[in-house]
C-alpha cells in the first residue's frame, strides 16, 4: 500500500505542475478523466483555475472545448485532480475568456477568481488576462 501512495502522489504532483503551467502561460490541455462511474474519457479542456471544492478535494475549473462527459453541462465544468488520469500540454494558447471569443456570446462569463462550488468561494491560482473582465 505504501508504494501505491508513492506512485499516486508522484502522478498527483506531476499533473498539478502540468495544470499550474497551464493555467500560468493559458494553454489548453487534453485530459484523460475518470469520471465518478470508473468511465475513463479524453477530454480537451481550457484550465482557469485551481482550488479546493467544498469537500476538500482539489480540483481544476476548466472549460470543456469537446471529449466525454455524463452532465448536461458540457461547457464548464469542475474536475477533481485525483481523477485525472493523464495531461497533456498542446500547442493552443489562449488570451482571452472563452465568452469573449468570436461564437462564444452565448457561454457563461468566466467569473475570474471567485467560485462558489470551491472551498471559500475561491481559486487559489487562477488564469490572470490582460484586461478587465466585463
Given at each position: 500500500?505504501?508504494?501505491?501512495?508513492?506512485?499516486?502522489?508522484?502522478?498527483?504532483?506531476?499533473?498539478?505542475?502540468?495544470?499550474?503551467?497551464?493555467?500560468?502561460?493559458?494553454?489548453?490541455?487534453?485530459?484523460?478523466?475518470?469520471?465518478?462511474?470508473?468511465?475513463?474519457?479524453?477530454?480537451?479542456?481550457?484550465?482557469?483555475?485551481?482550488?479546493?471544492?467544498?469537500?476538500?478535494?482539489?480540483?481544476?475549473?476548466?472549460f470543456q472545448a469537446f471529449g466525454g462527459t455524463?452532465?448536461?453541462?458540457?461547457?464548464?465544468?469542475?474536475?477533481?485532480?485525483?481523477?485525472?488520469?493523464?495531461?497533456?500540454?498542446?500547442?493552443?494558447?489562449?488570451?482571452?475568456?472563452?465568452?469573449?471569443?468570436?461564437g462564444g456570446e452565448n457561454i457563461p462569463k468566466?467569473?475570474g477568481p471567485s467560485d462558489k462550488s470551491m472551498?471559500?468561494?475561491?481559486?487559489?491560482?487562477?488564469?490572470?488576462?490582460?484586461?478587465?473582465?466585463?
Amino acid at each position: 500500500m505504501k508504494l501505491y501512495n508513492i506512485y499516486k502522489n508522484l502522478i498527483l504532483e506531476s499533473a498539478k505542475d502540468k495544470i499550474l503551467q497551464a493555467i500560468n502561460d493559458k494553454i489548453s490541455v487534453r485530459i484523460w478523466y475518470r469520471d465518478s462511474n470508473n468511465n475513463l474519457e479524453e477530454r480537451y479542456v481550457f484550465i482557469y483555475g485551481l482550488g479546493k471544492t467544498k469537500a476538500g478535494n482539489e480540483a481544476i475549473r476548466a472549460f470543456q472545448a469537446f471529449g466525454g462527459t455524463q452532465t448536461n453541462n458540457s461547457k464548464w465544468k469542475t474536475f477533481r485532480v485525483d481523477r485525472i488520469s493523464r495531461i497533456e500540454l498542446t500547442n493552443f494558447k489562449f488570451y482571452k475568456p472563452v465568452n469573449k471569443v468570436k461564437g462564444g456570446e452565448n457561454i457563461p462569463k468566466y467569473v475570474g477568481p471567485s467560485d462558489k462550488s470551491m472551498l471559500n468561494g475561491k481559486l487559489d491560482n487562477y488564469v490572470i488576462f490582460d484586461y478587465k473582465i466585463k
